[in-house]
């Protein structure tokens, strides 16, 4: 690599070593030497100039370290010295960046240069530090050439982005994070064309200081062409290894795709049985064209449980907990058993308790690497606002991965039901078909701030006590809009219908019609206590639903944001419901975020209450209304 000289002066620049283009130029042994001094700590004042503003001033102070840490003592004056020498690398590394290499840097310790002090000098307490940055003036490519650029391909999966998009052209400013994105995109282009081991085999970067351009020069050596040669799998112990083989998807003597390296990855950590799992490819490409790889995974223990609770001041207290055993058979089977008691209000009564407990048994690759069988039972017994179910119900099928943000689902299931309502005390028994599909194309599954999220599902069913034939379909969306550097604002929007065809009300079975109300619903409402009025006051589902919210999010600091919200829903029995059917809810709430997404608080009141709603509602729970 050849890189002009940047205009920092003798004094400062050879005493430490700066970053650039990945190599550290001028490195002085006696920096680190001095880091691993430990000594009293000393605190020091820190004044930063820089004659620029903007993303130039913003960039160098980014880059101090002694500015990040200036409430923080230093570990005696030889950390102090360390750390000023460490910021000449940094600041001319941020120059670089920003495309000034000309640039000129004083760093004076107590009025002496840091460069010069050496680590044992004594300094006052604390110690006066000024930083003055000159950056010079702005270069600009003048040319710019790729030796053995990959050829253009037509295959659309293949495609690799022209480093010229990335700014790399001659008059673009010349930013050595351009330069360096080019040499990702000329190697990641001879990738994607099955050359695994293409590498940069040299860098000429040479900055002419009389006319401030900056000529490059990268040659690509694209190494011999690959195909993917056997998997080996290290560290396994109570998983098959010819399981995890197969379950990458990696196929012996398919051409080399780096797509297929990263979707093996993905395929092995949705196992959820490993702590640390990494494909590691051969140092070179074998004589045969192969190129073979080491599968090195760590297994997590066989067990894992956990607990949860929720609570609102309609729905009560709720509580539950989770058994999960992993890799039950040595390929990955999972089984969760999931308990939960909720309705807890005061004063106690177990009578009025909702009761469910439920096992789901999950085996991966069951046809393809993103196929899985899906089995589960459950039974369950919850009392409603408009009836009260006990139940017993199990559904088998497969769950289909067609890539991240898509997935298909599709099975048979059974229920055994008996339903108190405004009808009396009667039983059914259900069988059906199930089938769903999930397009997920939201930034975040947790705390989104960007993108869009939709569901279909379409349950056709035959209940066989009073032999008719039904149908359910529901279609939900949800989009995202994120406002401000790093989205501090966010407008959520959420839209969802159904629909249900069968026969008469009284011989559908409850839990198949629709209602509305609840913390995922319409809040400010109970749970399920918005449906069908038949004009006695008397509630019973709906054949038609639709719902919608519209939700504002700021945060007012990193960990704590509010919230502003307005809810509304209908359920119609035969026709779709008019305008005057509609139930609002609004309310405002809070947020804390955590590592594992937003702990909430949402504060709600229903602005057309009908008798027996709530004056307002208040919901606890972990993550995002929608």
Same mark, same amino acid.
């Given at each position: ?12 620049? %050879? ?37 620029? !503003? ?18 923080? %003592? ?43 002090? #050496? ?15 000159? /950056? ?20 659309? +999966? ?31 282009? @001879? ?84 702590? *640390? ?14 190129? %073979?790889? +080491? ?5 997590? /223990? ?22 999960? @055993? ?52 459950? *039974? ?56 769903? *599909? ?9 705390? /989104?701030?960007?993108? @869009? ?11 066989? +006590? ?21 989205? %501090? ?16 009300? #009284?011989?559908? /079975? ?27 006051? !008397? ?88």
């Amino acid at each position: 690599m050849c890189v002009a000289a940047a205009g920092f002066g003798a004094v400062t620049v %050879p005493a430490a070593a700066f970053d650039i283009f990945g190599l550290k130029l001028f490195e002085d042994q006696s920096e680190q030497d001095a880091e691993a001094v430990i000594a009293d700590p000393q605190p020091y004042l820190v004044t930063l100039v820089v004659n620029a !503003t903007g993303a130039v001033e913003s960039a160098v102070r980014n880059a101090s370290a002694l500015v990040a840490d200036q409430n923080e %003592p230093a570990s005696g004056a030889a950390g102090l010295l360390a750390k000023a020498r460490g910021d000449y690398r940094r600041i001319v590394a941020a120059l670089y960046n920003e495309g000034y290499y000309g640039g000129t840097a004083s760093i004076r310790v107590g009025g002496v240069e840091a460069a010069t002090l #050496a680590p044992d000098v004594d300094l006052p307490d604390p110690v006066d530090v000024a930083v003055v940055v000159d /950056p010079g003036p702005l270069f600009h490519f003048n040319s710019v050439t790729i030796v053995n650029q990959a050829l253009p391909t037509s295959d659309p +999966n293949d495609y690799v982005e022209p480093p010229v998009h990335a700014g790399f052209g001659a008059g673009e400013i010349a930013k050595s994070s351009v330069i360096l994105r080019a040499e990702q995109l000329a190697l990641e282009a @001879w990738r994607q064309q099955g050359y695994a081991k293409a590498a940069i085999a040299t860098r000429d970067v040479v900055a002419d200081h009389a006319t401030t351009t900056v000529d490059v020069t990268i040659s690509v050596n694209p190494g011999p062409k690959a195909a993917f040669g056997a998997v080996t799998v290290i560290g396994a112990e109570a998983l098959d290894p010819e399981f995890l083989r197969r379950q990458t998807g990696l196929t012996e003597g398919e051409e080399y795709d780096p797509d297929e390296v990263a979707l093996a990855q993905k395929r092995l950590d949705r196992l959820e049985v490993f702590r *640390a799992a990494r494909l590691e490819a051969a140092e070179s490409v074998g004589a045969d064209g192969l190129l %073979p790889y +080491n599968l090195v995974v760590q297994e997590l /223990p066989g067990r894992r449980f956990g607990v949860g609770a929720n609570y609102s001041t309609v729905d009560g207290l709720g509580l539950e907990a989770f058994h999960l @055993w992993r890799n039950l058979f040595g390929q990955a089977e999972r089984l969760r058993l999931d308990a939960r008691v909720a309705s807890i209000g005061y004063p106690i009564d177990t009578a009025q308790f909702d009761y469910f407990f439920g096992g789901t048994f999950t085996k991966p690759g069951i046809f393809t690497p993103d196929t899985d069988l899906v089995a589960a039972v459950s *039974a369950e017994r919850t009392i409603y606002p408009t009836f009260t179910e006990t139940s017993a119900s199990g559904r088998v099928g497969l769950t289909h991965i067609l890539s991240d943000q898509i997935s298909f689902e599709g099975g048979a299931q059974f229920e055994l039901n008996r339903f108190d309502d405004v009808f009396g005390t009667r039983d059914f028994k259900t069988i059906g078909l199930y089938a769903g *599909a999930t397009l997920d194309f939201r930034d975040d599954s947790v705390d /989104p701030t960007e993108g @869009w999220f939709g569901q279909v599902n379409l349950e056709p069913f035959y209940e066989m +006590n009073y032999n008719n034939f039904g149908a359910r379909l529901t279609a939900e969306g949800r989009t995202y809009f994120g406002f401000g550097e790093d989205d %501090p604002f966010v407008l959520a929007g959420r839209l969802k219908a159904g629909v249900l065809l069968g026969p008469s009300l #009284a011989e559908i /079975p409850p839990d198949k019609l629709f209602f509305a109300g609840g913390g995922g619903s319409v809040r400010g409402y109970a749970y399920k206590s918005i449906g069908v009025d038949d004009g006695t006051g !008397t509630i019973t589902g709906g054949r038609y639903l639709l719902e919608a919210s519209l939700e504002a999010r700021a945060k007012v600091t990193q960990d704590i944001g509010v919230v502003g919200f307005v809810d509304g829903g209908y359920v119609a029995a035969d026709v779709f419901p008019a305008l005057s059917d509609l139930r609002v809810g609004a309310g405002v709430g809070l947020r804390y975020y955590t590592g594992l997404g937003p702990l909430r608080a949402d504060f709600a009141i229903p602005l057309n209450k009908k008798p027996g709603d709530p004056d307002y509602a208040l919901y606890v729970g972990i993550g995002q209304a929608f």
